[in-house]
């Protein structure tokens, strides 16, 4: 039988392993945030994003104005090549975003939705609720053009319902039908629409795709609709023509948001072909692409992430419309 002595001695040891173990477990997460945060410099990111913040009580903000700030981003093969510093890094550059589009998530494994829920954990993590929906795969000619959407938003501010769905009358015009999110900003009745699309390739006439999207409001029955997401065409194409003379505008106006592989005299961006096109019953505040690189020794580490930059608007919805 142990001595109360022993007991003492045994006690203390256990104590003291426990606590070296907890102060070792707390150096590992420490030193693996301060890596996250340190290895690339997307500083850049944080001056655009605090433009759109406005004040430091984003709940505030969001009553007295009543916008809602859209983000909408291909990251490029979203799935198991992203790291975990790699969907840490996703998740800041979006933190500010009140609803997201993303376009490109891997759908031949589950690893692409797995990464979204990745990107929701760790906004989860930096101060606000998100929740989130993601596609079917897309009913595409082939398995290799087959791809997920993705939509995130914070609960504070929007709400996704009944849940996001492919466009099914669309699926057979579409390398890639669009993913419809019914969204209402939280308090209001009247719901507006955010179409989430990836065209094909620039060679395969996307147009040949968009030009039935000139229909959404009426199929949808609102003038509160966006279009936005990657549509490998520039908002100065002919297809566009007939949805600027129905009320239609784009977001962007020649604004390079795609990533060359190689920085040449400080210029890194390529193509202006992600936007926002909105229908009469939105009020755009402000748009723009969000420039996280900054520098063009960041262009190979950003490349890791994606080749496109997010781009996003702030809008309100006009009175009177619906």
């Known amino acids: 039988m ?29 030193k693996r945030f301060n890596q996250i945060a340190t290895q690339t410099d997307f500083s850049s990111n944080k ?114 319902a009944p849940r996001a769905y492919l466009d099914k009358e669309l699926e057979d015009i579409c390398y890639r039908e669009p993913f419809i999110g019914t969204c209402k ?31 959404y409001p009426e199929r949808l029955g609102s003038n509160r609709v966006l279009i936005t997401g990657d549509f490998n065409l520039d908002e100065a194409h002919d297809v566009w023509k007939p949805f600027y003379h129905k009320g239609f505008k784009s977001a962007l106006q020649n604004q390079r948001t795609t990533l060359k592989t190689k920085c040449k005299n400080g210029n890194y961006l390529s193509h202006p072909i992600d936007n926002v096109y909105f229908t009469r019953g939105i009020k755009k505040i402000q748009a723009g692409s969000l420039d996280f690189i900054g520098t063009c020794k960041n262009l190979k580490k950003a490349r890791e992430i994606s080749d496109h930059l997010p781009i996003y608007i702030e809008f309100k919805m006009k009175e009177n419309e619906k």
Request: with cysteine; hydrophobic share 40%.
């Open 185 to 215: 900003l939280k308090e209001e009745i009247t719901p507006f629409y955010v179409i989430n699309y990836h065209g094909r390739k620039y060679y395969d006439k996307p147009e040949e795709e968009i030009a039935y999207f000139i229909n």
């Open 47 to 160: 001056n655009v994003v605090e433009k759109l913040s406005g004040e430091d009580n984003p709940s505030a903000d969001f009553e007295k104005s009543k916008s809602l700030k859209v983000a909408s981003w291909n990251i490029r093969h979203l799935g198991r090549t992203k790291t975990p510093e790699d969907i840490y890094e996703i998740a800041n550059i979006l933190r500010d975003f009140d609803l997201v589009a993303i376009q490109e998530v891997v759908a031949k494994d589950p690893a692409g939705a797995q990464a979204v829920a990745k990107i929701a954990d760790e906004l989860n993590r930096m101060g606000a609720k998100w929740d989130y929906q993601i596609s079917d795969p897309t009913k595409s000619p082939s398995v290799y053009m087959s791809e997920r959407y993705a939509f995130l938003w914070k609960t504070s501010k929007v709400n996704l």
């Open 2 to 30: 142990s001595s109360p002595l022993s007991f003492k001695i045994i006690s203390k040891h256990f104590l003291f392993f426990l606590l070296l173990a907890s102060l070792l477990s707390c150096t590992s997460n420490s």
